[in-house]
C-alpha cells in the first residue's frame, strides 16, 4: 500500500510503501516514465524488516528522511513489528542508515524547515490502526533541531510544536516563509511560525 510520496532528481518518484503479508514495506523508486517500473531501494533496518514505511522527505545532502509506524500491524495487513516506531536517516551513495528519533506512538509525516535546521515530525497516535480514538494519545507535531557533531546529524531539543484539535495532523509541509501545514482531519491547519 502506498503512502507518502516526493519527486526525486528529474525521472523518479520516491514513495514509502507500508508492504503487506507478503511484500515488504520500504522505500521504493518509481520510473515517471511508462511502463512506470518500481524498485525497492530500502526495506528494513540492519536486516530487520520495516514496520509500515509512512512519508519521506529528502534533505539537501541527498539524505533521505523517513518515518516508520506500525499501522499496517495495527490495521491486519503486516506481520508484528520488529522495530520500534521510529524516524530513520537512509544515505543512498553509502548506505548507511540510522534511527533519528523515537519515543514516538505512531511517528507520521515529517518535513524540513526551509534552511533544514529544524523538522517537524508528526505523531498521530490518538487514531489507533483499526479506527478508534483515544483522546488520551497524542495527535501532536513535534520540532526537533538538526545539529552537527563530528560531520553527522542528530536531533536535540525535542519539543511540542502544536496539537490538533480534532483529528489528526497527518500530512505536513513547511512553506518558504517557514509557516507549517498539516492537515488534520477536520480541514487544513497553518501555524504562526
Known amino acids: 500500500m502506498a503512502n507518502g510520496g516526493i519527486n526525486y532528481g528529474p525521472d523518479y518518484i520516491l514513495f514509502c510503501a507500508q508492504g503487506s503479508m507478503a511484500a515488504r514495506s520500504g522505500l521504493y523508486r518509481m520510473s515517471r516514465a511508462a511502463p512506470y517500473e518500481t524498485e525497492l531501494l530500502k526495506g528494513d533496518f540492519f536486516s530487520r524488516p520495516f514496520n509500515s514505511v509512512n512519508d519521506v522527505v529528502v534533505h539537501a545532502d541527498g539524505s533521505v528522511w523517513f518515518t516508520d509506524p506500525s499501522y499496517g500491524f495495527e490495521q491486519g495487513y503486516r506481520p508484528p513489528p520488529c522495530l520500534p516506531n521510529q524516524v530513520y536517516r537512509w544515505c543512498p551513495g553509502t548506505g548507511s542508515?540510522?534511527?533519528?528519533?523515537?519515543?514516538?506512538?505512531?511517528?507520521?509525516?515529517?518535513?524540513?524547515?526551509?534552511?533544514?535546521?529544524?523538522?517537524?515530525?508528526?505523531?498521530?497516535?490518538?487514531?489507533?490502526?483499526?479506527?478508534?480514538?483515544?483522546?488520551?494519545?497524542?495527535?501532536?507535531?513535534?520540532?526537533?533541531?538538526?545539529?552537527?557533531?563530528?560531520?553527522?546529524?542528530?536531533?536535540?531539543?525535542?519539543?511540542?510544536?502544536?496539537?490538533?484539535?480534532?483529528?489528526?495532523?497527518?500530512?505536513?509541509?513547511?512553506?518558504?516563509?517557514?509557516?507549517?501545514y498539516s492537515g488534520c482531519g477536520d480541514g487544513m491547519g497553518r501555524s504562526g511560525r
Open 97 to 180: 542508515i540510522r534511527a533519528m528519533a523515537d519515543g514516538f506512538g505512531k511517528p507520521n509525516g515529517i518535513c524540513f524547515s526551509p534552511g533544514e535546521e529544524v523538522v517537524y515530525v508528526t505523531d498521530t497516535d490518538r487514531v489507533r490502526g483499526d479506527g478508534t480514538v483515544d483522546d488520551r494519545r497524542v495527535s501532536s507535531i513535534y520540532a526537533f533541531d538538526v545539529c552537527v557533531c563530528h560531520g553527522e546529524p542528530f536531533l536535540a531539543n525535542r519539543r511540542l510544536f502544536a496539537m490538533a484539535e480534532r483529528g489528526i495532523p497527518d500530512g505536513i509541509k513547511c512553506d518558504l516563509e517557514g509557516n507549517v
